[in-house]
């Protein structure tokens, strides 16, 4: 069985532009996740979708960064305007439903410069 | 949100056993404990998760003490390829969301 996909896998770009990662969720998953992971540090939760709905954005940063998880399956994280210190690695994981074990994709290292 | 306290680093010889110590002392009643761990440069993977009996899969074994205040995940044979970050994790009520909230990990190196 496939795992959580994530794509690109690296990502770098100038300070100011806009950026988007994508993650395929494993099938059936309804709980989906993207966290933001800094150097030397734990993840930490950006948002959580139960199917399409946003049910916990609390940490997500909602002047520059937007989510969206439209038919409950695959889910694109955008960052616009990108700055500096947005660089990280970008993780997203999936569950069957809140609270069972999470299963996390490789993750988007992101590289602002 | 109970917070945990692990070690940052830890060294095992391989073939040994690792065991590594969690501080919970916050934990509530209902609360899991759970671990994960990251090797470099891939996502976290679940190992183990526990409430209040011991627990163990073919990963790993996962301690629990009677106050639930601290918990010790086994390795009882370490291989080079357990050398990762070791996240201990209390996980937020079901009723709350469910989160995991990660803290910085024991880095643990298997050395030959």
């Known amino acids: 069985e496939a795992g959580v996909v994530q794509s690109p896998r690296y990502k770098i770009i100038e300070k100011k532009q806009p950026v988007a990662f994508w993650c395929n969720p494993i099938?059936?998953?309804?709980?989906l996740y993207w966290y933001l992971q800094n150097l030397g540090q734990g993840p930490e939760l950006l948002i959580r979708?139960?199917?399409?709905?946003?049910?916990?954005d609390s940490q997500l940063p909602k002047d520059r960064f937007s989510a969206e998880r439209l038919k409950g399956v695959d889910s694109t994280l955008k960052i616009q305007p990108a700055e500096l210190g947005d660089s990280a690695v970008y993780l997203c994981?999936?569950?069957?439903?809140?609270?069972?074990?999470?299963?996390f994709g490789p993750g988007t290292r992101l590289t602002v410069t | 949100d109970a917070k945990t306290t692990q070690p940052p680093s830890m060294d095992c010889a391989e073939g040994r056993a690792a065991n590594l110590p969690c501080n919970h002392s916050t934990i509530s009643g209902n609360e899991y404990v759970y671990w994960y761990r990251q090797i470099h440069s891939q996502g976290p993977q679940y190992i183990i998760h526990g409430l209040k009996n011991n627990e163990t899969n073919e990963m790993a074994s996962l301690i629990i003490t009677e106050d639930r205040k601290s918990s010790t995940l086994i390795l009882p044979h370490a291989t080079l390829r357990d050398t990762a970050v070791y996240y201990c994790?209390?996980?937020?009520?079901?009723?709350?969301?469910?989160?995991?909230?990660f803290g910085q990990g024991t880095e643990l190196s298997v050395k030959p």
């Open positions: 979708y139960e199917n399409e709905e946003a049910v916990d």
């Open positions: 099938s059936g998953h309804n709980t």
């Open positions: 994981a999936s569950s069957l439903a809140s609270g069972y074990e999470q299963y």
């Open positions: 994790i209390v996980r937020v009520r079901l009723d709350q969301g469910g989160k995991l909230i």
